[in-house]
């Protein structure tokens, strides 16, 4: 009973400046990005089995509600159970090397009754509580630690590295790259001695030498190749090179909803999925192009400022941890499809199909909004 | 330590400059990809669309092998043989569409018709859809084939002949009714098919305008077991639809996805038989019909007259079509499970039935027969017209004696005949695995009421006694009847043992099913097995011409009369064709144990004794002697040393555990021969 009602004293009284305080401009930017999505997936699918963009309403619907719960409940309520939710995640992750469905190659799914979902989607929402959790209890030691050390910088790495490693192992080298990235990004704003990075910068540079050999042959082709795309055209630079006649032919205004020819006539073959951004960029142009990066643009500035706001040290690592994660699926992915990046299966948020990673995106996008609401200490 | 000094001092400061750092760098980034997309579609887009235009993936379907269909023993009865058929993708033609296909209407001998349809396509086909192969023409001759190889060039990369295996009934007529036939799907059909495909989460791939489908018999029944999953082979093609030799963009792996052939459908047929039943019935229709007794599994099912289902399974003219449609004989009636019969005289088992149980007819009573019954001042009369005299159950059954009947039927009432006919199976759809079966009519009083001027009248069960009347049977629902007489139990018919994967695993298989058990006395069954008996055994029996010396066979004529007998009785052939009666017989055997049974319908033949029951027996007969065969051949094949084990007395000996199946390639290698 004392609890309940200390509860609602709590929640109670800010409720209207709660809800003054939600970031519209936040849901207005992920509902118009989310609808140009279904409207691409619904070109995209028109000559495949099953109406694609039907099943990723439902999708999207989902992870509306499921952003809405992220923003409603109180991060500190997050900061408190972060490990649990990591340590499920750690355990999924296993489960799904163990006895995950495979598809082309790679253990990802995971079946629970009918529903199948990718584990590591979530990992990075795992990723971004518990490394906000370790960050804000460091920040509020007395005194509070400066810049991180080498030595200091332990924990953190290992809190990345178990699901990364998780994740490669699937394999999925896209994915894994994104959990490290968004890791990264949120170590960097904790604050690393320069000497610490320096130092890092050398370990990646030689772990990275000491892992070519241990990679799959076609994920080293498809780094070889980027550095060189035009130079096997049949083979793994297949993708790159039709990616970009795609995007290419858009030209100024584009070919128009429906009319692409390149990504529907199956050259490129996860035109759903990771490549869905050449539909986009071969019906819609040039112009169409500048129209999404701007969303996407304005979504990952509104990220940071939120995260400048924030009214604590939790609530700015977990705006920091979301904002890294959208970026650097859409940077990534749009790189990747422009010839900029070597080929990796990473998605593009919003636009690129599939029910695990729209909800992992809406979730984000909740957990901002959670913080923005937030952002004054009541 | 409060939390409020710290955040007033150091940390709030160095957290914003980072932030700011991340705000220039994900600008930078954006900019860059901005500046990507410039260099892409603005600077160099003249020169990606160009190379986009110049390079298309021509998508040509590689149709699956439709699944087989085979009898018992592994005998291939429907295939698919190597044929040819012409596509057409719009928009390779580009403005040249008309000549391209006048040039090939030419060459095909195209009718009207046909142009028309291929030229409408053109003409509405947008967008991605000129991309998508169309079906011109299909299982074009080998000469046409070569004429459009030679002329290649003039025809533009829009068309192309691929290899589609085509529909191969292998025994015509023989089973047609059964196994249905193929043709073009639908508009509306297409969509109901694709969303059920979808509905299902298949792995098939949708239907096409132009694909076939399973129509009728097993080939729609089991359509989706049967069709498989196409497969694609990619092409890269330029603007005018030619493949690109040089540059071959798609990898390897992409270029060709393997078809997976369908599953196979194992009868229980079994051919011989069939092949013995086609050549002994002399009917010009009718049907014939044998089935395990034991299990319900059909052994050979003759249905005539009937469409040559190759004939069918192509692009058949209107005028054939209607040729068939306006046949009197009806050949596209599949008379088994499709037509209404009276049963006559075959009927007076249940009567029989229904009397003993209801205590209509105590054991040992019975009737005598002047040649003649009155009721209400009404006369009906026996089929014998000096009558025969004082007969009980087992002569009224064996000399088919109708005035016995029309005693019992006064004493029942139509109420208790049909609850003991319903109890047998019929008046309602027997479950066979084909769908369109019509339900048969068991009619009691309240049926007589609600459709007939002036309601039930007694005399009605009379005639419901010896099988006239309003009460209707299909031939099928017969066999199960006598089927059900013979062991006690109402069988689902059916026809198919397992679904075979193409590599011949079992991926379902169809145990019997037995739809109840008839409650009746073994004193009624054996006082009803006497009279079948004496019908064909007794020297008074109406069917002692077709009794067996190598087996014991029961079983019972039936003359069903399709038009009200004049005053005056004629002969067969004194009346018109259509005007006489239908011959019925059912039987079963060996009688003490029955393993077999069988039921002829010979359409306006006359009498069941001498147009029926000869066939009958004589397949009972070939079956016996298939079966002493096949233990002969098991015996011969077996090693010296191990003793065949003598096959149990309970499982039809001819059950084979796996029969062999001849390979897929050498079917494929004799459908060769045949179309060359």
Known sequence: MPLEMAGIARVGAPEQRTLA??????????????????????????????????????????????????????????QRHAWVLYGVVAVLLVLVLWKGRTVMGARRWLSVGP??????????????????????????????????????????????????????????????????????????????????????????VIGATAAWPHLKPYQRKRVETFFNPEGDVRGAGYHSVQSMIAVGSGQGFGKGWGQGTQTLLSFLPEQHTDFIFSVWAEEHGFAGCVLLLLLYYALVASGITIAGNARDGFGRFVAVGATAMIFWHAFVNMGMVTGLLPVVGVTLPLLSYGGSSVLAIYVAIGLLAGVATRRFVN | MTLGERFGTERPVDGRRRLVWAGAIVSLAFLLLLSRLYHLQILRGEEFKERADENFVKELRVPADRGFMLDRNGRVLVDSRPSYEVFFTPYFCGKGCDEVLGRLATLLSLSQEEVQRVRDHERTARGLVRFRPFGVKVDITRDELDVIEARRMELSGAVDVLPVPHRNYRHGVAGSHLFGYMNEVGAEELGRLNEELERTDSDQRPYQAGDYVGRRGLERRFERELRGVDGVQRVVVDARGNAKRDSDLIPEEQRQTAAMPGQNLVLSLDWRLQEFAERTFPGTAGVVLAMEAKTGFILALVDRPAVDPNKLTGR???????????????????????????????????????????????????????????????????????????????????????????????????????????????????????????????????????????????????????????????????????????????????VVLRVEGADGEVVREFPPVDLGRVPVKPETREA????????????????????LKETVLAGKTGTAQVVALGAKRLKASEVDYFERDHAWFAAFAPADDPEIVVVVLNEHSGFGASNAAPTASAVVRKWLELREQDARDRQGSAPPTAAPPPAPADAPPDLPGKPARPARAAAGAEGADRAS
């Not at chain 1, 401009?25 to 109406?51: M, Y």
């Not at chain 2, 058949?316 to 306006?326: G, M, N, P, T, W």
């Not at chain 2, 309601?455 to 089927?483: C, E, F, K, S």
């Open chain 2, 316 to 494: 058949i003219s209107r005028a054939e079509l209607a040729a068939i449609a306006a046949d009197p004989l009806q050949p596209q009636l599949f008379r088994a499970i499709q037509q209404h019969y009276h049963p006559g005289s075959t009927f007076k088992v249940v009567t029989s039935i229904a009397a003993l149980e209801e205590g209509a007819l105590r054991p040992g009573g019975s009737v005598y027969c002047p040649g003649h019954y009155t009721l209400g001042g009404r006369r009906w009369r026996c089929d014998k017209e000096s009558g025969h005299g004082p007969v009980d159950l087992e002569h009224a059954l064996g000399a088919s004696c109708d005035v016995f009947y029309y005693a019992l039927g006064e004493r029942l009432g139509a109420d208790r005949i049909a609850r003991w006919g319903t109890l047998l199976g019929l008046g309602r759809p027997t479950g066979f695995d084909v769908p369109g079966e019509v339900p048969g009519v068991m009619p009691d009083a309240a049926w007589h009421d609600a459709r007939i001027p002036g309601g039930y009248r007694p005399g009605m069960a009379l005639n419901l006694a010896i099988g006239q009347g309003d009460v209707n049977v299909t031939p099928l629902q017969q066999l199960v009847l006598y089927a059900a007489v013979a062991t006690g139990k109402v069988w689902r018919p059916q």
């Open chain 2, 528 to 547: 009803v097995l006497k009279g079948l008996l004496a019908a064909v055994n007794a020297p008074f029996g109406t069917a002692h011409g077709s009794r």
């Open chain 1, 115 to 204: 529903v199948s979902f990718q584990p590591s989607e979530f990992a990075k929402i795992a990723v971004i509580l518990a490394l906000a959790r370790w960050f804000a209890i460091d920040a509020e030691r007395s005194p509070p630690r400066g810049p991180y050390g080498l030595r200091g910088l332990a924990g953190p790495a290992a809190v990345v590295l178990v699901p990364f490693a998780l994740i490669l192992r699937g394999p999925d080298l896209g994915t894994a790259l994104i959990v490290a990235a968004i890791g990264g990004t949120m170590i960097l704003a904790a604050g690393v001695r320069w000497k610490a990075l320096a130092a890092v910068a050398a370990i990646a």
């Open chain 1, 21 to 78: 305080r939600f970031p519209w401009h936040l849901a207005l930017l992920a509902l118009a990005i989310s609808a140009l999505g279904v409207w691409n997936l619904a070109s995209a699918s028109r000559s495949a089995h099953a109406p694609v963009w039907v099943t990723q309403s439902v999708f999207m619907g989902i992870g509306v509600v499921a952003a809405l719960l992220a923003a409603v409940v109180d991060p500190r309520r997050y």
